[in-house]
Every structure is written in structure tokens, then in C-alpha cells.
């Protein structure tokens, strides 16, 4: 009977899967000195909300209270913005504007968004009549915390601001003013667009050169507690982080998969980005240094499903001759790869597509590539397979050179196997009279490798390229509901851990396909190199490979997206269609034999490499006969 061989594109492929997730899974846990930092946080924060409490407690009772005792403690606790308590629009009430894909609502306390819609999208499934809501019900708050000349410190999220809304032209403006006098106030500028997710946003200052110190800085801090918006929370917090750009053109981004915090200096854009929606704060003027944090707040995705992640990002606003000035934008919309390209602001970089040439296989090729064929109208399940067609097409080349170095390994494999009985006892002169019969034959025994090294770029690409495609987003296709998220043909009443409550089907069948293709290709084309010493028999590794890789599949890719476990499916079913067609039509194992004859009769020429690598085992040998 004969040995299985050893499939290295299929152990490096299945392998790189679970050391992906493995890590993710390892990274999760968080180390002492996290631990440490993330309670030293929350005492400092809420010592910071104390302070606060007293200010608004007086805002309160300002309305209740007679005139003349109700303006003395507003004076005490707010000074010289005790002003803006007197005003009409200091009360629980919001300013709404919208366009054809964005509705926001923004408060007169704090003067910033409390509710962003996102128009046209569901959550969790379509038609559900649930609109994606980026903000809703006090779950973001956005504060600049004042250091006045006679030593307050005032906090805008506490204070009320007088909106007005206007027009130019077909432009929505609302402006929100926190006043210290009639002519004295901070000033929020909100700008929103016809067809934009895009608008701009402003904050300056009139008239408070005598009532904000110069000498401190005004600290702004952004805060969002992201609601959750799509089926599998697991897989939605996975790609949920947050991303800054700064220095010029420099991008980072916070470990989604456990609490983490990170600093950057000249900051130009930050990204609350939620999988599939996106808040995003830009600015022109980049800001001068920044602290960014992250909170995992998913320990148990069968009790946290409502909140995948809380994230701050505090900023220092510089305050120039008394005053303060800033041009902004928000973003509040999908993560979509075209949309955010399309503003020329690096914004592309918030979708993670691998760095590299696996971000460019993705920016350049695989992203043209689907939306040119989804374009087509033929929908987006056709298009996964139409697009998996054309992936193994364009790679049946190169699977084509490693199955003829393996065909050539498999016709050698009668002579080797005399070396191996010829010279059991000597492992160094096995080695030597191998070398020789591979150079006489004209066999490179890497030559299978290096195809396989070959794909890697471009299945790691599509491991990044189907989670940030924005397009499948509840699209259907056969029993799968949505694309973007898991298919589920049955729930169970317990849940297996790592596996999940449901059963998907579309990782069922390209578990089936992987078991399968490796079958095949480990039966007949067994890697015939021999074993060394001290290394590991490649073949009984294998074997159990055959079993593990579908296993993994199975169990990982349970709460995958569809879309991307339809796509191994499709994909080992064309590369095993390949491989027959090759084996049976194309590659005669009978002209590789006469080929190898032919090339042992002629004279070779060993390379400086060979003739190196000849003199070193004839030096080894020497020693071992010496000893």
C-alpha cells in the first residue's frame, strides 16, 4: 500500500487559518497591567463625572428656583456662562435635520449628535424595521472640558446651547451656540449636504478672550458605546475598532479583540468604525496629540447583546489668542470601501484589507473584480461563484506547476525507495545519493512548494476581502439570508463552545470539499523526500491533517459570513475539477517518466550550490567516520 504524501499548500492554507483565529482567540485575554490601567481609568473618570454633577443639578433647579436665588447659584457654579441657563433653550430638546440617507438629531444640552440614523439599512435583518442607528439614546457623548479665568472647570455635555437652523442653498445648517453674554459664546456649526454621509463641522469661539485661561488646554473627549447593528455579534465585534490616521498619511488602529489604549501625535482623522457603519471625526487643522481607548464590553455574546465595544478619544484644541477654532467633519454612514475611497482622505484605510500586497490585491484587483460582476444584475451569490471561477482560473497555472513537481515526485518514488532500503542504516549517504538521483532527473523537490507559497498572498486577501465587503450586507442567496453574516438551517437548544447555537451548512459543505480535495491530492501525490532524523514523518502528519483541516472549517467558519464559507466551497470544487483535469487529460505520468530518463542520460552541471551543498554532507560524512 502505498504512503500518503504530504500536501503543503493545503497544511499552510488550513494551518494559517487556525493560527489566525488562535491568536485572536489568545489575544482576547488581557494582562495584569491592563487590568491595572483600566481601573485606574474608571476611577479617574468617575471622579471627573463628580465634578460635573453639581453643574448640572444647578442648571436644574435654575428653572424651579425664584429668579434672584436661582441667578446667584448659577453665577457660583458656572460664571460667567451662567448666561446661557437664562436663555429659552435651556431645556431637554433637539434639533433635527436630515437628507435622503442621514437623519440626525442634535441636543440643545451639549449642542452635539444624539441620534444618527442611517437611512435605508436594517438591523440584524432586512426589513426588520429596525433602521441602523450609529447613535441613540445617550450612548455618545461629545465634551470640551473649559478651564475659565476664574478657575472652573465647565464641561459643554452639562451646558445648553442656543440651535438656529438655516439654509445655503440646498445645505441644512444648524448652529449651536453656548453663550457667556449676547456676543460672547462657543459655537458648533453643523453643515449637512444633499447625498452625503459627509458634514462639515465646526468649532469656534467669539468674544471669551477674558473667560477661557490660555494657558490650559481645551480638552476635547468623543465617546461612543457602539450598539450593536448586525446578526452574529461575535462577528461584528470582531471587526469593530477604532482607526486614526496622524503624522501626514500614518495609520493605526486599536486590537479589537481585547481593552487596549494607544497615544498619536498629529492626528488627522478618528475612526469608530462598527463592522459595517462607521462614525468618523476629520479634521483640517490635525490636532496636536491624542489618547485613544478601547473597551471590549462582549465577555458573553449570549448575555452583552447590545453594546460591542465603548471607545474615547481624547484631544487637546489648541486655544490661539483667546480663542478657539477649528473646520471639521463628521462621517456617519456604511463602511463601504467606494464611498470612503471617494473623499480622497485616506479614509480607505478604515477598511481592513491586509497590509501590503494583500491590501493591494484587494484595492486593485479583487474589489474591481466583484463589483464589476455584481454590476452585471445576476445577483450577489452568482457573483461569489462567478468570482471563485475566475480566481482558480487565473491560479490554474500555478496549480498546474505543482502538480507536475508532485507527478514527477510521484514517478521517482519506486528509485527512492530502494535509496531509503539501500542506505537505512547511513542517513547522511541516504541523504547525498537523493540529492544526486533529484539533480540527475532534473527534479527540484521544492518546486511543489513554491506554487503553493505562491497563493498565499492571494488566500489570505480573500480571508480580509469578503468580512469588509459592505455589498453583502443581508443579501440572500439559497437558504443564506444574509452574506455577510452566518447561515443558519437550525438552532440548537444548547450551545458548543467555539461552534456556536446554530448549525451553518455552507461551512458544512466546504468542509465535505476540503476532506475530499486533500484526500485526492494527499493519495496521489505523496511528498517521497525521506524522512530525516530528527524530523517529523510529514506522512502520518498528514493523514491526520486529512481529518483536522475539514474540523476546523466546520467549527470556525460556523459564525463566518456566508459568502466567504460559499466561496471555499466553490473553490475546492474548481480546484478539484482542475486537478482531475489535469491528471487525466493534460499530465501522462508515462511521458514524465520518459522525460526523467532522458534527463538522467544527459551530462549535468552541478550549480555553486549544489556543488556547496554536495562538498558539506561529503564533509559530514568524513567527520561522522573519523568519530
Known sequence: MEEKKFDLKSIVGFVLISGILMWMMYSNQPTPEELKEKEKLEKAKKEQEDTVKITDKVVETAQILPDSISQEQTKAALGTFAYSATLPSAKEDFTEIKNDLLSLKIANKGGYIIDATVLGYDQFEKNSNKPVKIIKENNAKFDLALNTTDNRLLHTSDLFFEPKVSKEGENQVVTMQLKAGPTQFLEYRYVLKPGEYMLDFS????????????????????????????????????????????????????????????????????????????????????????????????????????????????????????????????????????????????????????WGIFGWINRYIFIPVFGFISSIGIGYGF???????????????????????????????????????????????????????????????????LPA???????????????????????????????????????LPFRIPIYGSHVSLFPILASIAIFFYMKMTTGDQQMSAPTQEGMPDMSKIMKIMIYISPLMMLFFFNNYAS???????????????????????????????????????????????????????????AQKKNK
Open 383 to 449: 457573483a461569489i461563484i462567478l468570482f471563485t471561477i475566475l480566481v482558480r482560473l487565473v491560479m490554474s497555472p500555478v496549480t498546474y506547476k505543482s502538480y507536475v513537481s508532485q507527478a514527477k515526485m510521484k514517478v521517482l518514488r519506486p528509485e527512492i525507495a530502494e535509496l531509503n532500503e539501500k542506505f537505512k542504516d547511513n542517513a547522511m549517504k541516504k541523504q547525498q545519493e537523493t540529492m544526486k538521483l533529484y539533480s540527475k532527473a532534473g527534479v527540484n523537490p521544492m518546486a511543489g512548494c
Open 453 to 491: 507559497l505562491m497563493q498565499m498572498p492571494v488566500f489570505y486577501a480573500l480571508f480580509q476581502f469578503f468580512p469588509s465587503m459592505f455589498d453583502l450586507r443581508q443579501k440572500s442567496f439559497l437558504w443564506a439570508n444574509d452574506l455577510s453574516s452566518y447561515d443558519s438551517i437550525y438552532e
Open 563 to 621: 459568502g466567504l464559507s460559499l466561496y471555499y466551497f466553490i473553490s475546492n470544487l474548481i480546484t478539484i475539477g482542475i486537478m482531475l483535469v489535469i491528471k487525466n487529460y493534460i499530465v501522462k505520468e508515462d511521458k514524465i517518466h520518459a522525460r526523467i530518463q532522458e534527463n538522467k542520460a544527459k551530462p549535468k552541471s552541478e550549480s555553486k550550490f549544489q556543488r556547496k551543498m554536495r562538498e558539506m554532507m561529503e564533509q559530514a560524512e
Open 203 to 354: 468649532i469656534r469661539s467669539q468674544g471669551l478672550e477674558s473667560v477661557i485661561n490660555p494657558s490650559k488646554p481645551v480638552n476635547l473627549e468623543w465617546q461612543l458605546k457602539t450598539y450593536r447593528n448586525e446578526k452574529s455579534i461575535s462577528y461584528e465585534n470582531r471587526y469593530t475598532e477604532l482607526v486614526f490616521e496622524y503624522e501626514g498619511g500614518k495609520d493605526d488602529y486599536l486590537n479589537a479583540a481585547k481593552d487596549s489604549e494607544d497615544t498619536a501625535a498629529d492626528v488627522s482623522y478618528i475612526a469608530f468604525k462598527q463592522h459595517m457603519f462607521t462614525s468618523i471625526l476629520l479634521t483640517d487643522t490635525p490636532f496636536k496629540s491624542a489618547r485613544f481607548s478601547s473597551d471590549n464590553l462582549v465577555d458573553n455574546e449570549e448575555i452583552d447583546t447590545v453594546f460591542t465595544k465603548n471607545f474615547i478619544a481624547e484631544v487637546p484644541l489648541e486655544v490661539k489668542n483667546g480663542a478657539i477654532n477649528y473646520n471639521m467633519n463628521w462621517y456617519y454612514g456604511p463602511s463601504k470601501y467606494q464611498i470612503l475611497n471617494g473623499y480622497d482622505r485616506n479614509l480607505d484605510e478604515i477598511m481592513p484589507l491586509g
